[in-house]
C-alpha cells in the first residue's frame, strides 16, 4: 500500500515537472518571439548604407551612403536635415503599446492598402525590414509592423509605435517622394571659386552690371556696355558672400506642367549667369509671381506681384522653383547697391 502510493505520488510529480517544463518553453518562446516582433530600432545608424522606401501607390525611393554625402536615387544630392532625422527615428523609434485584439485587424487591413515599406542596409546586407502605417486616434504615434527576415514573411503583430519624448506620428518622416529628398540648395559659391557674375534686369536695363573677379581681393564692376562703375569695396566683398548656401522654397517640376512649361517659355525679369573658375556658367532666370486676393488682403495693398516669392528657372531651363525673395532678394540688386555713400544721389 505504501509503495503504491509513493508511486502515485511520484507519477504525479513527474507529471507536473512536465507541465511546468511546458508552460516555460512555451512562455519563453512566446516572449523570444513577442521581443524580436517589436525590435523596430536601428542601435548602430553610422553602419547604415543604404535605405529604399516605397510606398502603395509606387513611388520609390532608394538613399545611398556616398563618401560625398547621402544620394537619392543614384541621381541627386539628398537633403542632411531630412537623412539625419529618418536615421535619428530609425535609432530612437520604439513600442508605446501592443495592437488591442478588438483593433488588430482593422489595423492590418488598412495598412495593407496604404503602408511604407521599409529596407535598411548594412553594405548589402538586410538588416532590418518593417512597414509604417497610419496614425492613432490621438495622434500619438505610428501603427508599424516588422518582418522576420529569416522567413521573409510579417510577424503576426502590428504596433503602436513613438520616440520618447516627442509627441506626434512619425510617417511623415519616411519620405517617398523623390522630389522631397532632394537638396533644395542651388547656390553654394566662394568668391576663390567665381570668376564672372552677371546681372540683367529686363524691367531696368541701365542698373545691369557685371562683377569680374582678377582674385578674392581685386575685382571689376561694370555697366554691360562695359563702363566701368567706381564701388564700395566692403559692400562687393559683402555681396560675394551672399552666395552660399541659398536654397529653394519648394521645386515645383514635377507638380505644375502647365505652369512651368509657361515660365520656360516666358521672358524673364532678371537673368543671373555665373561662371566659375573652370569657365562653366551656369544660368538663373527669374520669373514674377502673380498676387492673389488673400495676398493683397493680407499686407493691405494691390499688389500686381507677390511681394514675398516669385518663380526660378534653372539648370538649363529644366527645373522650376518657388523661392522667396527673403533669401533671393539680396543677390538681385541694381548696381547702385554697390555704389560708395557719397556717390548715391539724395
Same mark, same amino acid.
Given at each position: ?27 519563453? =518562446? ?8 517589436? !525590435? ?9 548604407? +543604404? ?6 501607390? *509606387? ?27 529618418? $536615421? ?13 485584439? =478588438? ?7 488598412? /495598412? ?11 553594405? !548589402? ?15 500619438? *504615434? ?28 512619425? *510617417?511623415? +518622416? ?7 529628398? +532632394? ?15 552677371? /546681372? ?35 559692400? /562687393?566683398?559683402? @555681396?560675394?558672400?551672399? %552666395? ?6 519648394? $521645386? ?11 515660365? +520656360? ?27 492673389? %486676393? ?8 494691390? @499688389? ?5 516669392? %516669385? %518663380?526660378?528657372?534653372? !539648370? ?31
Amino acid at each position: 500500500m505504501k509503495n503504491k502510493s509513493s508511486l502515485i505520488v511520484i507519477t504525479a510529480l513527474c507529471v507536473l515537472c512536465a507541465v511546468s517544463f511546458w508552460l516555460y518553453k512555451n512562455k519563453t =518562446s512566446g516572449s523570444t518571439l513577442n521581443k524580436e516582433a517589436r !525590435d523596430f530600432a536601428v542601435t548602430d545608424t553610422a553602419a547604415i548604407t +543604404r535605405i529604399f522606401l516605397a510606398d502603395k501607390e *509606387g513611388r520609390k525611393v532608394n538613399l545611398e551612403r556616398k563618401n560625398n554625402g547621402w544620394i537619392v536615387n543614384g541621381k541627386y544630392p539628398a537633403r542632411t536635415d531630412a537623412i539625419s532625422l529618418l $536615421l535619428y527615428t530609425m535609432k530612437m523609434v520604439d513600442v508605446k503599446s501592443p495592437v488591442s485584439k =478588438s483593433a488588430r485587424e482593422a489595423v492590418i487591413k488598412r /495598412m495593407a492598402t496604404s503602408s511604407i515599406k521599409v529596407e535598411i542596409y548594412e553594405d !548589402d546586407e538586410l538588416i532590418k525590414q518593417y512597414y509604417v502605417g497610419h496614425e492613432s486616434m490621438d495622434n500619438d *504615434g505610428s501603427y508599424m509592423i516588422l518582418t522576420d527576415l529569416s522567413s521573409g514573411e510579417n510577424y503576426d503583430e502590428p504596433y503602436l509605435t513613438f520616440i520618447p519624448g516627442f509627441t506626434g506620428f512619425l *510617417g511623415p +518622416r519616411y519620405i517617398t517622394d523623390e522630389t522631397d529628398w +532632394r537638396d533644395r540648395m542651388i547656390l553654394n559659391y566662394i568668391p576663390p571659386n567665381i570668376k564672372q557674375i552677371k /546681372m540683367e534686369l529686363a524691367e531696368n536695363p541701365d542698373s545691369s552690371f557685371v562683377i569680374n573677379l582678377k582674385s578674392t581681393t581685386q575685382f571689376e564692376l561694370n555697366k554691360l556696355n562695359g563702363q566701368p562703375i567706381t564701388f564700395d569695396e566692403t559692400k /562687393m566683398k559683402q @555681396y560675394l558672400a551672399y %552666395f552660399q548656401n541659398v536654397s529653394y522654397e519648394k $521645386l515645383l517640376t514635377e507638380y505644375n506642367k502647365k505652369l512651368c512649361d509657361s515660365l +520656360r517659355a516666358s521672358m524673364p525679369y532678371i537673368k543671373l549667369s555665373i561662371t566659375d573658375t573652370k569657365n562653366e556658367t551656369k544660368m538663373f532666370n527669374f520669373h514674377h509671381k502673380n498676387s492673389s %486676393f488673400e495676398i493683397n488682403k493680407k499686407y493691405g495693398i494691390d @499688389y500686381k506681384y507677390d511681394p514675398d516669392r %516669385f %518663380f526660378l528657372t534653372y !539648370d538649363n531651363n529644366k527645373e522650376v522653383a518657388l523661392v522667396q525673395y527673403y533669401v533671393f532678394g539680396k543677390i538681385l540688386p541694381t548696381y547702385a547697391y554697390f555704389l560708395p555713400k557719397n556717390s548715391v544721389k539724395k
